[in-house]
Nanobody, 122 residues
Framework: QVQLVESGGGLVQAGGSLRLSCAASGRTFSSYAMVWFRQAPGKEREFVAAISWSGDHTFYADSVKGRFTISRDNAKNTVYLQLNSLKPEDTAVYYC???????????????WGQGTQVTVSS
């Protein structure tokens, strides 16, 4: 079993940057694909970015491609999401999730964090 704790959210002006972290418990973190989703008020939760267990493969939602970067440090049991050139429409609760299979489908992921709020002011 994996427990996930996100951090790094906050309030930032449009055009600014944040780095989110997701710390995982357990010795088998390096065997899990990791993903970030987000949920804006009144909207469905949506895929943001994913990374394979090795870090060799990443993919992104079109809406964040070129602005967000996902990475991981298996020695620290942590996955990161660097958010650059933030826009008001990026405002959401950001969740990390883990599973052995790399996917952008929410139903694929069994382990979820509690979320961290990102608010981008215009």
């Amino acid at each position: 079993q994996v427990q996930l704790v996100e951090s790094g959210g906050g309030l930032v002006q449009a055009g600014g940057s944040l780095r989110l972290s997701c710390a995982a418990s357990g010795r088998t973190f390096s065997s899990y694909a990791m993903v970030w989703f987000r949920q804006a008020p009144g909207k469905e939760r949506e895929f943001v970015a994913a990374i394979s267990w090795s870090g060799d493969h990443t993919f992104y939602a079109d809406s964040v491609k070129g602005r967000f970067t996902i990475s991981r440090d298996n020695a620290k049991n942590t996955v990161y999401l660097q958010l650059n050139s933030l826009k008001p429409e990026d405002t959401a609760v950001y969740y990390c999730a883990a599973d052995h299979v790399l996917s952008s489908w929410q139903s694929n992921y069994d382990y979820w964090g509690q979320g961290t709020q990102v608010t981008v002011s215009s």
